[in-house]
């Protein structure tokens, strides 16, 4: 039976298919990605009816923006997710400093954890970048990318998002989150109502805690393959990679607090394998397998 996640469905504004395509890693040549491989894989996803897009500033240093924005340059029915705050890159630690000053921004480097700027003239010169990126005049979902509880109490912050979603700079806004206490405190945000978390078959915990608090808010799971650990131990139960995929992914989304899903996918041959097991569907014996292998 073929899996609901390639069905179109209400989520905030738009009418998309819940399953989402992570593009963390499009046009990172230095982790062996070309951008015409990038470019093959999102167009092969849209092709075969996806439409809800994850990216940020950060991904391949702005490469996977400019991909997103060509690939979805003359296609309707998507929307576009896009991350600003977390400084990974040159401009944005540049940026950032206008803002706040030197003092304890990093993150060039790979042993060092990178710095957050949520300062509200930042995240609107930031969000002014990305639409350049993409070649948009708007931005459809613009979300904070990893801030901390205590950036929700930022009323200068809060009311700066609001205001862009106003002057038509943005359609909506929220966050993308990795902690319990940041999740809660970004879900009682006046005025967000997109939120990423993590959520897969081996932990549920953060969604569960928000069920009862999401209200009006389109929750959105990440990290549905785990860190990495959670596909190895599936397939070594049995599974071939693509039915093992689509059982971690339909798995997450089947969680009563999920809205959608992302998969992040940068090879046309990982695009066209999971859509493919995906559209055969996941039967609920697959299900209880993967269930049981996390559980052992």
Same mark, same amino acid.
């Given at each position: 039976m073929r899996s609901e996640l390639?069905?179109?469905? =209400?989520?905030? +504004?738009? #009418?998309?298919?819940?399953?989402?395509?992570?593009?963390?890693?499009?046009?990172?040549?230095? *982790?062996?990605?070309?951008?015409? /491989?990038? #470019?093959?894989a999102l167009n092969r996803a849209l092709d075969m009816g996806l439409g809800l897009i994850d990216t940020a500033d950060v991904y391949a240093r702005g490469i996977s923006e400019r991909i997103v924005g060509r690939a979805i340059k003359h296609r309707d029915n998507v929307a576009v997710m896009t991350k600003v705050g977390l400084?990974?890159?040159? =401009?944005?630690?540049? !940026? %950032?400093?206008?803002? $706040?000053?030197q003092v304890g921004l990093q993150g060039l480097k790979a042993a060092t954890t990178a710095s957050t700027c949520f300062a509200p003239g930042y995240v609107e010169s930031a969000a002014l970048d990305c639409m350049r990126r993409q070649g948009r005049d708007e931005l459809d979902i613009l979300? &904070?990318?990893?801030?901390?509880? !205590? +950036?929700? /109490?930022q009323t200068a912050l809060l009311e700066q998002l609001? !205001?862009? *979603? /106003?002057?038509?700079?943005?359609?909506?806004?929220?966050a993308s989150v990795r902690s319990q #206490?940041?999740?809660? %405190?970004? $879900?009682? %945000?006046?005025?967000? !109502?997109?939120? *990423? $978390?993590?959520?897969? &078959?081996?932990?549920?915990?953060?969604a569960d805690n928000l069920l009862p608090l999401k209200k009006d808010v389109t929750l959105v799971g990440l990290a549905v393959l785990g860190d990495g650990s959670l596909l190895p131990r599936v397939t070594a139960g049995g599974l071939n990679r693509p039915k093992a995929v689509a059982a971690l992914v339909e798995g997450a989304y089947r969680h009563p607090a999920i809205d959608a899903v992302l998969l992040g996918m940068s090879r046309p041959a990982h695009v066209t394998e999971n859509l493919a097991a995906l559209e055969r569907g996941v039967s609920e014996a697959d299900l209880k397998s993967v269930q049981k292998l996390l559980e052992s």
């Open positions: 390639l069905t179109p469905t =209400r989520l905030g +504004d738009f #009418e998309l298919a819940p399953l989402g395509m992570g593009t963390a890693k499009l046009g990172a040549f230095w *982790q062996k990605r070309s951008i015409k /491989e990038g #470019e093959e400084l990974k890159t040159p =401009r944005g630690i540049i !940026s %950032a400093r206008k803002h $706040v000053g979300l &904070l990318h990893e801030p901390k509880a !205590s +950036d929700f /109490e609001n !205001s862009m *979603q /106003e002057r038509g700079m943005i359609k909506a806004w929220g #206490e940041d999740a809660l %405190a970004a $879900v009682l %945000a006046p005025g967000l !109502s997109w939120l *990423q $978390v993590p959520v897969n &078959l081996g932990n549920t915990t953060i």
